[in-house]
């Protein structure tokens, strides 16, 4: 009666458990720093977005302002770009300049006030930022440089 005894090769043919565990260790580290990169990179877009939705609601705004005399109020608001405003001051001369006023990246409406926090000559139009809370430090304003 002969003996066999599994060849070399025969044992080398698959991993250990050891190795496919180092593996996928390796695997999950490297996918966690991806997703972190990638997220900074998200948020640097959402930056991007709002600073470009500043400059499109501003020449509404300034547009709105050519035709009527004066920005919308604070009460009439950004809806005043879509929506003949109620109440005073009555617009001279109302043209509908936008079909809808988007939403910032995070979802939340823009804020609008007239006059501005910082500069009480024009409009300010504010995000209110990741965190989606008004009046924190990660709040984006169109009057304040980023």
Not at 27 to 42: D, E, H, N, P, S
Not at 74 to 81: C, E, P, S, V
Not at 84 to 107: E, H, Q, Y
């Amino acid at each position: 009666m002969k003996i066999r005894i599994p060849s070399r090769r025969r044992r080398a043919a698959g991993f250990s458990l050891l190795e496919m565990v180092i593996v996928l260790g390796i695997i999950a580290v490297i996918a966690g720093g991806a997703i972190t990169v990638l997220k900074r990179v998200g948020d640097g877009a959402k930056r991007t977005q709002v600073s470009s939705d500043f400059n499109s609601l501003g020449a509404s705004l300034r547009m709105y302002q050519t035709n009527n005399g004066r920005f919308p109020t604070t009460a009439q608001g950004l809806d005043a770009l879509v929506n003949k405003p109620g109440g005073t001051p009555v617009p001279k001369r109302w043209v509908k300049l936008a079909d809808r006023v988007p939403n910032d990246p995070w979802g939340e409406p823009y804020g609008y006030k007239f006059p501005g926090t910082h500069d009480q000559t024009t409009f300010e139009i504010i995000s209110k930022g990741p965190d989606m809370q008004e009046g924190t430090d990660d709040d984006i304003s169109s009057q304040k440089d980023e």
